[in-house]
């Protein structure tokens, strides 16, 4: 078995979006820079996701200097949004809690409402110091996390998903198989190690960053959704249901809480401190 290292980098500038994958990012405490600052939310307030609007899989937001993201998506032309002036805020509830973000321009709301719809407003995490903490149950004090689903970074590693992709082969639904790893939305991807090595994972390093592990990621139906098309079907649900059901949950993936800051490079060795 070769050592462990850094295999790709994603950052989703827009929560439930398609990312990109830089060669290099900059690890801040609350995730990867540029991480899940933006996020569309319905005329409720409710923040908007994949999983009641698989279209989201469609659009995307690349980031651009400063903060700001140009849009693009199926049917439409592309859009340039510049981080908002804080002027003032709007609620944006997230399935555990609730959080202050600053809303773009009408031009980005009207965008978004024509692809998916329904109507929704984009909102800036203008302050990802303060605004949002993590979960106290696996906190630090003063710990924040951006828009992502709870927790600052998300590792997944090749060789788990090789596997679970060989079980998704013996199961009763081969075709939906194999899965790419953007069905699982992650930041940081290891390879270099044995299947589900990274369950035992406590603390780890990769390139100038440290992280501890905070819990193990069940994962949702978001999951089961082409990140290409759209469409959805069983799988991995199915199959984790029957292999890694942990909890109640249907675990793939770790998350992870930076330590220590500094740049992770596509090669970084990934050293197992715990």
């Avoid at 078995?1 to 405490?29: C, D, Q, T, W």
């Avoid at 996701?49 to 998506?73: D, F, I, K, N, Y």
């Avoid at 106290?136 to 951006?146: I, L, M």
Wanted: charge should be negative.
């Amino acid at each position: 078995m070769s050592k462990p290292v850094l295999h790709s980098i994603h950052v989703y500038p827009l929560k439930a979006a398609r990312g990109h994958a830089p060669r290099e990012a900059v690890v801040e405490p609350w995730g990867l820079a540029g991480d899940r600052r933006w996020v569309l939310i319905d005329e409720s307030s409710q923040v908007i996701t994949q999983r009641a609007h698989p279209r989201m899989a469609l659009t995307a937001a690349e980031p651009l200097p400063g903060g700001g993201v140009r849009l693009s998506g199926p049917g439409v032309e592309s859009l340039t949004v510049p981080v908002p002036e804080p002027i003032g805020t709007t609620t944006v509830e997230m399935p555990r809690d609730k959080v202050e973000g600053v809303p773009a321009d009408a031009a980005a709301h009207a965008w978004f409402s024509d692809i998916l719809g329904v109507d929704v407003s984009l909102v800036h995490l203008d302050d990802p110091a303060t605004r949002r903490p993590i979960d106290p149950a696996y906190a630090r004090p003063g710990e924040t996390v951006s828009f992502a689903d709870a927790y600052p970074l998300l590792l997944t590693t090749v060789a788990s998903l090789d596997t679970l992709n060989a079980l998704i082969a013996r199961g009763d639904r081969p075709d939906e198989g194999p899965l790419p790893m953007n069905r699982f939305r992650p930041n940081v991807v290891v390879e270099g190690t044995e299947s589900w090595a990274e369950d035992g994972w406590s603390r780890i390093a990769i390139g100038e960053a440290t992280f501890r592990i905070a819990k193990a990621c069940g994962r949702c139906v978001v999951t089961t959704t082409d990140q290409y098309t759209a469409e959805r079907g069983g799988e991995p649900l199915r199959t984790l249901g029957r292999h890694r059901r942990f909890d109640g949950k249907l675990v793939f993936g770790q998350n992870l809480v930076p330590e220590s800051l500094g740049t992770v490079r596509l090669g970084d060795p990934v050293r197992i401190l715990e």
